[in-house]
């Protein structure tokens, strides 16, 4: 079990230029979501995805896009990067644990994405 | 709208010493996580809390659930080296599939 994964790792863009950002997650999880993360804050969710085939915004969409490709795979695309747009990218899955009367949901997080926009 | 606080931001400590991080948030929700970020790492989840009174203990560090008080807590008891990092609460709202963070709270402890 891989978890969680993203890629690419480091991207450095120019303003204007356009870029996917890829997920994928092997646990079986209906959920998916896109995060980003600014030195010295939480976490904001982005865009979120609650079964295959649908999106719903998040908290900062703007600027954003994303496609959720099949059950495994969420990706979030910059259309035209701007330099606001630098921070930590997280994608993260939601599983469904317990059993009757005691379920709970918990968000795995990938290892996150870092990105530069000049 | 769900709004989390935490506090405090910064936290600086004897190795030895104890001390309690509160997470307060705006709407009714029963669901709240507290999860551990090392530098330049992901998050991994620390403690799941699911009604009003749950509480969790794993090592030296314990985590409790007021829902009527809308307030977690994370207590660091006789805190060590190795838990520096910086802890974030996060709230799911109540029947929606968002989560909402607080903005951490950064623990150095001092040898």
């Known amino acids: 079990n891989a978890g969680v994964t993203q890629t690419p790792k480091f991207q450095v863009l120019k303003t204007g230029q356009s870029m996917t950002l890829q997920c994928a997650q092997d646990?079986?999880?209906?959920?998916m979501y896109w995060y980003r993360q600014d030195p010295g804050m939480g976490l904001r969710l982005i865009y979120y995805s609650a079964s295959e085939g649908t999106t719903d915004k998040g908290e900062v969409p703007n600027g954003y896009n994303v496609s959720r490709l099949n059950k495994r795979e969420f990706s979030l695309r910059l259309e035209s990067a701007a330099p606001s747009q630098t921070s930590v990218y997280f994608c993260?899955?939601?599983?469904?644990?317990?059993?009757?009367?005691?379920?709970?949901?918990?968000?795995?997080f990938g290892p996150g994405t870092r990105l530069t926009v000049l | 709208e769900l709004k989390v606080e935490q506090n405090p931001l910064f936290l600086s400590m004897q190795e030895g010493k104890n001390y309690t991080i509160y997470c307060n948030y705006s709407?009714?929700?029963?669901?709240l996580y507290w999860y551990r970020q090392d530098p330049g790492k992901s998050l991994e989840s620390l403690f799941v809390l699911l009604s009003n009174g749950a509480v969790k203990q794993e090592g030296r560090l314990m985590a409790s659930l007021d829902t009527k008080a809308r307030l977690s807590t994370l207590h660091i008891t006789a805190a060590v080296h190795d838990l520096s990092a910086t802890y974030f609460c996060?709230?799911?709202?109540?029947?929606?599939?968002?989560?909402?963070f607080g903005t951490g709270t950064r623990l150095k402890v001092l040898a």
């Open positions: 646990m079986n999880h209906n959920s």
């Open positions: 709407t009714t929700s029963d669901r």
């Open positions: 993260a899955s939601r599983g469904d644990f317990g059993t009757s009367g005691s379920v709970h949901n918990e968000q795995f």
């Open positions: 996060a709230v799911e709202g109540s029947g929606t599939y968002k989560y909402i």
